[in-house]
């Protein structure tokens, strides 16, 4: 069975470690890496991220939905 394509990603680098989150979707990738960051926030370490994706306007769009749920996690208002 063929896989199907993947259009938008997060790579997340956190601890040493690294994991890609892909989804078809811009909303559906949004929420994957949200839940992923909301496990990752209890642990100390450094985390990076990078979006990758063909539309520049998704690529800002998800950066800034991300943004808000780190400094969601920061109590930041």
Do not use: H, N, S
């Amino acid at each position: 069975m063929r896989r199907p394509a993947r259009d938008f990603a997060v790579r997340i680098d956190f601890g040493g470690q690294e994991t890609v989150v892909e989804a078809c979707t811009e909303r559906g990738l949004c929420l994957l890496a949200e839940a992923f960051f909301r496990e990752l926030y209890a642990r100390p370490c450094k985390v990076t991220y990078t979006i990758e994706c063909q539309d520049d306007g998704a690529g800002r769009r998800i950066a800034a939905y991300l943004g808000d749920v780190w400094l969601e996690l920061l109590g930041t208002p």
